[in-house]
């Protein structure tokens, strides 16, 4: 079955330090991906999203993500995190083999200590 | 303002009720979703609609059922069958196009609690 794995359920920071969350899918038809966020108390935001074209994602707050498709993977990226980049954070995927249902991982919870 | 609206925020259950959540969204969006979110699972869809009067189960459907009558609006009835119906509920919407280049956007979810 399609799946999306994220590699670590908690990691925890300190302000300053460099992120990388991994995030890998295991179908290998053409797929959209995304990362999504969900700061405490508030709902699910979208922080970036490949459909095509350039793997290296930009998106908003300072994250990015490159996509590498040899690797399945889609990892989040953020050279300096702050007390406020708290929050869960989900990767997700549709298209290929999960047709039209955007999958989503189980989720990274960081905390970022101040 | 455009956006997704659940309701209620929170609900209680007796165990053995039905009781249904609601979604609507003024986006113009075809396609809508409903995931269940629970603590180290993210989010497992229940079921989804690509377009009116259309609607397929997701990886979690069973004890839910769900209609799709209106463009707009999406419930989702939780049914007594549900073994375990306590979770967080977020329904979501997108633009269905022929491709799938689509993001989707979230409503603020429903917490379910039984009693």
């Known amino acids: 079955a399609q799946s999306v794995s994220q590699h670590n359920h908690h990691v925890i920071l300190s302000e300053a330090a460099s992120l990388e969350l991994g995030c890998n899918y295991s179908?290998?038809?053409?797929?959209?991906l995304f990362w999504y966020v969900q700061y405490p108390g508030q709902h699910l935001q979208l922080l970036l999203k490949?459909?095509?074209?350039?793997?290296l994602v930009k998106g908003i707050k300072g994250f990015e993500a490159e996509f590498i498709k040899s690797k399945f993977s889609f990892n989040l990226r953020k050279p300096s995190v702050q007390w406020s980049d708290t929050a869960e954070y989900f990767c997700a995927v549709n298209g290929g083999g999960y047709g039209n249902k955007l999958v989503f991982g189980a989720g990274t919870i960081l905390r970022v200590k101040s | 303002d455009g956006g997704i609206t659940q309701s209620p925020k929170y609900l209680f259950r007796k165990e053995g009720q039905n009781v249904t959540l609601s979604c609507e969204q003024n986006l113009n969006h075809d396609a809508m979703y409903w995931y269940r979110q629970d603590p180290g699972q993210g989010l497992r869809l229940i079921y989804y609609s690509q377009i009116v009067n259309d609607f397929q189960k997701g990886d979690i459907a069973e004890g839910y059922s769900v209609s799709r009558e209106k463009k707009e609006s999406f419930p989702l009835t939780v049914t007594s069958a549900q073994k375990n119906p306590t979770a967080f509920y977020l329904c979501a919407s997108s633009t269905y196009l022929t491709g799938r280049n689509t993001e989707a956007f979230f409503g603020q979810g429903t917490r379910l609690t039984v009693v």
């Open positions: 490949y459909f095509s074209g350039d793997p």
């Open positions: 179908y290998g038809g053409t797929v959209n």
